[in-house]
Nanobody, 121 residues
């Protein structure tokens, strides 16, 4: 039912910037928190950024704080991840996720197919 489609990935030089987008459909986007995950080759998937349903609060893993910014436009059913000062270790497939709070943890409900971000000289 619900669908998420990422776009905007590509090849970027270290220190460069890139913005990835995720378009949602088939569910009430404004009721969900949105998250960005990433998975590098040979590593497990990790949560990168989180934003509440209204965009009032955000959170990031320590390695991207000050460099990445998550935002959303509920009128467009879209969530974004602006990535600045990119490093080679940021290279990964970036996945969009829609989640709900169960009272004890976040329940991931919908996933996108991912978009490749490669940071290399």
């Amino acid at each position: 039912q619900g669908q998420l489609v990422e776009s905007g990935g590509g090849l970027v030089q270290p220190g460069g910037s890139l913005r990835v987008s995720c378009a949602a459909s088939g569910f009430t986007f404004s009721s969900y928190v949105m998250r960005w995950y990433r998975q590098a080759p040979g590593k497990e998937r990790e949560l990168v950024a989180h934003i509440t349903s209204t965009g009032g609060r955000t959170n990031y893993i320590d390695s991207v704080k000050g460099r990445f910014t998550i935002s959303r436009d509920n009128a467009k059913n879209t969530v974004y991840l602006q990535m600045n000062s990119l490093k080679p270790e940021d290279t990964a497939v970036y996945y969009c996720n829609a989640a709900l709070w169960t009272g004890a943890s976040w329940a991931d409900r919908y996933w996108g197919q991912g978009t490749q971000v490669t940071v290399s000289s």
